[in-house]
């Protein structure tokens, strides 16, 4: 057990590298063929013990970033999503006792990630396999297999390889050649499958183009607190719409279809304070385009919105996105009674955010606009919702200035970039301080601005209004692969008792001998 605990620490550490700040992503077969390799030939509760080994050894360095918002919430989530890996471990100890165990262990991963993606509350997505193969030849299979799928995929490679270690250390066993032969050809065809798109990418249709402006206007202060100025947040974002309008009418620019902010552009209601509300309509007076705005709505005593309001010049506020993912203990506390009086922390959270349920894209100018907020970005459901309702463009409005000095964001921008290939479609990431960027549907950075800067991101896209192959199966994805970890691990407790339930027959009785018998 301790060999096995060691291996699965490294095979751990060596997945947190695949993803930002290293970006290794060449390791991630490696280091689920090492969970493979160390939860093999164990018990359900050993293999429990090996996986949460594997999963804190993962989860703890990559959402390093959570001790931005404290060491507590560090430790919790973490600690959280650390135990995930260990019931998949528990999983692993009976599917590696079937046929052709590769495909079930990757199939169990695969559900592995989409629970944990969902639940509890609505779950954590961050460390997903396919989130780490921005700039790999394998991200272009998003647009055909989703990102359940491309996880599904690398989780298979990864069992395969760990089925070719096996085979080789056997190699000199009685068909071990053959073994090994075999365990090689099929890795090397689920690789080649993974690897086509690259050669073969999905080529979204062209629906026309369109001029979209990005601001980030920066946060005053340290820049990790929204809050800090939270009207010089909103004066930021407002001077930079107005110079962006100077240099339209200088003819220094060209004239924006429309403007997108991000979240938290105004961390007051809008529609309540005054002064907000005559500062947005100047900055979109001024540009004379519509702005959706990121901003933070009353919704009662006890309730907020984090929405995206597209604000037109000449009628006003329109159309509203909310976001559909709040973050549980970040912008909303379950069991608020019971965790209000232990965490002093909360008190900053004085009411819960609602989640939103906006399955259409917004029209902001004419064009079907497909909006995320923030963490929204990493969830699968809103995005393909409005994708598949026809959505012909793509907009993420965010504020991670709590993250701005740690690895988050460039974790989070990947995700984005990702996203543009899964879907097909241009993303226009709105930041407040950091990163705003334009992504073509290929997951190309068109343009991006620095951290801890006010700039303006401006830039004509292609629009599209299908839909990729990879947003329509990826879902079903999930799903067989749930199937497939439940039957595979019936199918193993069902033979595993009969075996131990099965005697061995008695050896017969001869000269000097006694009568044996055994039950495995």
């Given at each position: 057990?301790?060999?096995?605990?060691?291996?699965?620490?490294?095979?751990?550490?060596?997945?947190?590298?695949?993803?930002?700040?290293?970006?290794?992503?060449?390791?991630?077969?490696?280091?689920?063929?090492?969970?493979?390799?160390?939860?093999?030939?164990?018990?359900?509760?050993?293999?429990?013990?090996?996986?949460?080994?594997?999963?804190?050894?993962?989860?703890?360095?990559?959402?390093?970033?959570?001790?931005?918002?404290?060491?507590?919430?560090?430790?919790?989530?973490?600690?959280?999503?650390?135990?995930?890996?260990?019931?998949?471990?528990?999983?692993?100890?009976?599917?590696?006792?079937?046929?052709?165990?590769?495909?079930?262990?990757?199939?169990?991963?695969?559900?592995?990630?989409?629970?944990?993606?969902?639940?509890?509350?609505?779950?954590?997505?961050?460390?997903?396999?396919?989130?780490?193969?921005?700039?790999?030849?394998?991200?272009?299979?998003?647009?055909?297999?989703?990102?359940?799928?491309?996880?599904?995929?690398?989780?298979?490679?990864?069992?395969?390889?760990?089925?070719?270690?096996?085979?080789?250390?056997?190699?000199?066993?009685?068909?071990?050649?053959?073994?090994?032969?075999?365990?090689?050809?099929?890795?090397?065809?689920?690789?080649?499958?993974?690897?086509?798109?690259?050669?073969?990418?999905?080529?979204?249709?062209?629906?026309?183009?369109?001029?979209?402006?990005?601001?980030?206007?920066?946060?005053?202060?340290?820049?990790?607190?929204?809050?800090?100025?939270?009207?010089?947040?909103?004066?930021?974002?407002?001077?930079?719409t107005v110079a962006l309008a100077d240099d339209v009418a200088a003819?220094?620019?060209?004239?924006?279809?429309?403007?997108?902010?991000?979240?938290?552009?105004?961390?007051?209601?809008?529609?309540?304070?005054?002064?907000?509300?005559?500062?947005?309509?100047?900055?979109?007076?001024?540009?004379?385009?519509?702005?959706?705005?990121?901003?933070?709505?009353?919704?009662?005593?006890?309730?907020?919105?984090?929405?995206?309001?597209?604000?037109?010049?000449?009628?006003?506020?329109?159309?509203?996105?909310?976001?559909?993912?709040?973050?549980?203990?970040?912008?909303?506390?379950?069991?608020?009674?019971?965790?209000?009086?232990?965490?002093?922390?909360?008190?900053?959270?004085?009411?819960?955010?609602m989640s939103g349920t906006r399955e259409t894209p917004l029209t902001?100018?004419?064009?079907?606009?497909?909006?995320?907020?923030?963490?929204?970005?990493?969830?699968?459901?809103?995005?393909?919702?409005?994708?598949?309702?026809?959505?012909?463009?793509?907009?993420?409005?965010?504020?991670?200035?709590?993250?701005?000095?740690?690895?988050?964001?460039?974790?989070?921008?990947?995700?984005?970039?990702?996203?543009?290939?899964?879907?097909?479609?241009?993303?226009?990431?709105?930041?407040?301080?950091?990163?705003?960027?334009?992504?073509?549907?290929?997951?190309?950075?068109?343009?991006?601005?620095?951290?801890?800067?006010?700039?303006?991101?401006?830039?004509?896209?292609?629009?599209?209004?299908?839909?990729?192959?990879?947003?329509?199966?990826?879902?079903?994805?999930?799903?067989?692969?749930?199937?497939?970890?439940?039957?595979?691990?019936l199918w193993s407790v069902l033979t595993y008792r009969r075996r131990?339930?099965?005697?061995?027959?008695?050896?017969?009785?001869?000269?000097?001998?006694?009568?044996?018998?055994?039950?495995?």
């Amino acid at each position: 057990m301790l060999k096995r605990c060691l291996a699965a620490l490294v095979a751990g550490l060596l997945l947190a590298l695949a993803f930002e700040p290293v970006a290794a992503a060449y390791v991630v077969p490696v280091a689920v063929a090492g969970f493979a390799l160390a939860t093999r030939g164990l018990r359900a509760r050993s293999g429990f013990v090996v996986g949460l080994v594997f999963g804190v050894a993962f989860y703890f360095p990559h959402i390093h970033w959570m001790t931005a918002v404290g060491t507590d919430a560090w430790l919790a989530l973490a600690g959280v999503e650390s135990v995930f890996y260990g019931l998949l471990g528990a999983a692993a100890a009976y599917l590696h006792r079937l046929p052709a165990w590769p495909l079930w262990l990757a199939a169990a991963w695969t559900t592995m990630e989409v629970w944990r993606s969902g639940w509890p509350f609505s779950g954590m997505p961050w460390g997903r396999l396919a989130f780490a193969a921005a700039d790999t030849p394998v991200a272009p299979a998003l647009a055909y297999v989703g990102m359940v799928g491309l996880s599904a995929l690398l989780a298979l490679l990864g069992c395969l390889l760990a089925a070719l270690v096996l085979a080789l250390v056997r190699a000199r066993e009685p068909a071990g050649g053959r073994r090994a032969f075999v365990s090689g050809a099929v890795l090397a065809g689920v690789a080649l499958v993974t690897v086509l798109p690259a050669l073969v990418p999905f080529e979204p249709g062209d629906d026309g183009d369109v001029t979209v402006a990005a601001v980030q206007g920066d946060v005053p202060g340290p820049g990790n607190d929204i809050l800090y100025d939270y009207r010089g947040v909103t004066d930021n974002h407002v001077e930079a719409t107005v110079a962006l309008a100077d240099d339209v009418a200088a003819g220094r620019s060209a004239r924006p279809d429309f403007v997108v902010w991000p979240e938290n552009s105004t961390a007051v209601d809008p529609f309540a304070d005054a002064a907000t509300n005559a500062a947005i309509r100047r900055a979109v007076e001024a540009v004379g385009v519509p702005v959706l705005v990121g901003a933070i709505v009353d919704a009662g005593e006890t309730n907020v919105l984090n929405q995206g309001i597209v604000w037109d010049p000449v009628t006003g506020p329109g159309e509203r996105y909310t976001k559909w993912h709040p973050v549980p203990y970040g912008e909303y506390i379950p069991f608020r009674e019971f965790f209000t009086g232990q965490f002093g922390r909360l008190a900053m959270i004085p009411r819960d955010m609602m989640s939103g349920t906006r399955e259409t894209p917004l029209t902001i100018a004419g064009t079907a606009v497909g909006d995320a907020i923030c963490f929204d970005v990493a969830y699968d459901d809103g995005i393909h919702a409005q994708v598949r309702n026809g959505a012909e463009l793509l907009a993420v409005q965010t504020s991670n200035a709590t993250f701005i000095e740690t690895d988050q964001i460039d974790q989070q921008f990947a995700i984005t970039r990702l996203r543009a290939i899964e879907t097909g479609r241009t993303v226009v990431v709105a930041a407040t301080n950091g990163v705003s960027g334009i992504i073509t549907p290929d997951g190309e950075v068109v343009t991006s601005a620095a951290p801890r800067t006010q700039e303006v991101l401006l830039a004509e896209v292609g629009l599209w209004s299908g839909t990729t192959p990879g947003v329509l199966v990826g879902p079903w994805v999930g799903r067989g692969a749930a199937v497939l970890t439940g039957l595979g691990l019936l199918w193993s407790v069902l033979t595993y008792r009969r075996r131990r339930e099965t005697p061995v027959p008695a050896a017969p009785a001869g000269p000097g001998s006694e009568e044996q018998g055994s039950v495995r």
